[in-house]
């Protein structure tokens, strides 16, 4: 849909369809749908602005999905909840006697209604033929590849769409058959099950890692250990005189005291002899015990004595010129934000770089009621930086100029731009 536009008017947020014909309004899809609140579309009113008719559709409050999922990925919860509504539309369609050819299923004109937590989409009155592959190609792009079920829901129906055997039948058979395999929580199996499938190699390295966490665990404790051992022994000795004077006079009670004392006193020596020693082995061995969320060692590699070199390389030796991606230049521009009379830098590693209040969907999260949950994108286009508006409640402003939903506005070093109550420059 090339001739749709965004427009703002007050508060409320249109996506407007120009250049309509009369005929296509005035049969009787275009009166069904005109006429009708069809549950998952939303509902269009005609206006006439200088004498051509548009379709206005209220889309206030709502954000299209193309812009909700682009700086995040869809989950298994995500695509199911979309086929859900994508079988209830066709299933209305089918109650009016509606061309469900005439749906938008392009992922830009399929909004979210976050008041009713439902999908929307538009019903196009221009005589467009619409297919369901771009939305089906969008999951592809967009499903969490961890996500196994997410992946598999996404390329069967990439499948059905491409063979054009995908009807309200076989979704609903579909979502069936899913809602009884996904688990909706899986529990984890007992340590004792999940020694099974380990190699050999495998049980001893996560044994030696095990030895290594207790050992190096028992050497910087054998310090303390001693240390209260020693303090024991002392206690002892002086319970020992105290009490013997009083009122100990008989063998047994002072070779038990005698006793305890020696005992604490060479288990108290010994340990800090441990960790003498230990100690001294320490910075040989500190790195063996250094592992990543990979469980891999962080030991830096060395050569061997043979085969490194003894001179230093000179440096005018490397002549060659190595190639520097634009890419690597995105992290030159950043915001800076003004807060409490502070400024705060954050700087932009990517493109798209979405700014919104939702943390789990965009890459600056700000902690402002004015923001929306994804709220506004920055792009990069032919090496210009651009600033969209994603359908905000609030809207977006460059150097105090409001921009239109969707509309892309070229970004200048210096430029301030104003979301709900936050102000960042952009650098």
């Not at 309004?25 to 069809?38: A, D, K, P, S």
């Not at 200088?50 to 700086?71: C, K, P």
């Amino acid at each position: 849909m090339n001739n749709i536009q965004f427009k703002r008017n007050y508060r409320n947020t249109y996506a407007i369809l120009k250049g309509i014909l009369p005929d296509e309004t005035e049969n009787y899809f275009g009166r069904t749908v005109l006429q009708n609140t069809i549950d998952g579309l939303i509902k269009p009113s005609l206006i006439a602005v200088d004498g051509v008719m548009e379709v206005h559709y209220d889309i206030t409050g709502m954000q299209s999905m193309e812009s909700i999922f682009s700086a995040c990925e869809l989950k298994v919860e995500d695509v199911r909840k979309l086929m859900f509504h994508i079988a209830k539309l066709l299933r209305e369609t089918e109650k009016y006697l509606l061309e469900s050819d005439r749906i938008v299923f392009a992922p830009s004109y399929i909004f979210y209604d976050h008041v009713k937590s439902d999908w929307k989409m538009l019903y196009d009155f221009s005589g467009e033929i619409h297919s369901m592959r771009p939305l089906a190609e969008f999951l592809i792009e967009r499903c969490d590849p961890s996500d196994e079920k997410a992946t598999q829901i996404a390329y069967d129906f990439y499948d059905k769409t491409e063979a054009q055997l995908l009807s309200l039948d076989l979704l609903d058979h579909y979502l069936e058959k899913e809602e009884v395999e996904i688990p909706v929580k899986t529990e984890e199996l007992p340590a004792l099950e999940k020694e099974w499938y380990l190699t050999e190699e495998e049980k001893e390295e996560k044994h030696l890692k095990t030895f290594d966490v207790v050992k190096v665990f028992f050497r910087d404790k054998a310090r303390e250990a001693g240390s209260v051992l020693l303090a024991l022994c002392v206690f002892v000795f002086a319970a020992y005189k105290i009490t013997g004077i009083w009122y100990l006079y008989t063998r047994m009670e002072r070779f038990f005291w005698l006793g305890s004392m020696i005992i604490c006193a060479i288990g108290g020596a010994s340990l800090m002899l441990y960790r003498l020693r230990s100690s001294s082995d320490s910075v040989d061995s500190e790195e063996d015990f250094l592992w990543d969320d990979e469980g891999q060692s962080l030991q830096p590699e060395c050569d061997d004595a043979d085969t490194r070199s003894e001179e230093p390389a000179d440096p005018e030796d490397d002549t060659d010129t190595v190639y520097v991606d634009k890419a690597e230049f995105h992290k030159n521009h950043s915001l800076a934000e003004i807060r409490k009379g502070q400024e705060i830098t954050h700087y932009i590693e990517k493109y798209p770089y979405v700014i919104g209040k939702d943390k789990s969907r965009v890459h600056l999260a700000i902690k402002d009621r004015g923001v929306s949950g994804v709220h506004a994108r920055l792009l990069m286009e032919n090496n210009e930086i651009f600033l969209e508006d994603l359908c905000s409640v609030n809207g977006t402003f460059i150097n105090d100029f409001l921009i239109e939903p969707h509309e892309k506005k070229i970004l200048h070093r210096g430029d301030i731009l104003i979301l709900g109550s936050s102000e960042f420059v952009f650098r």
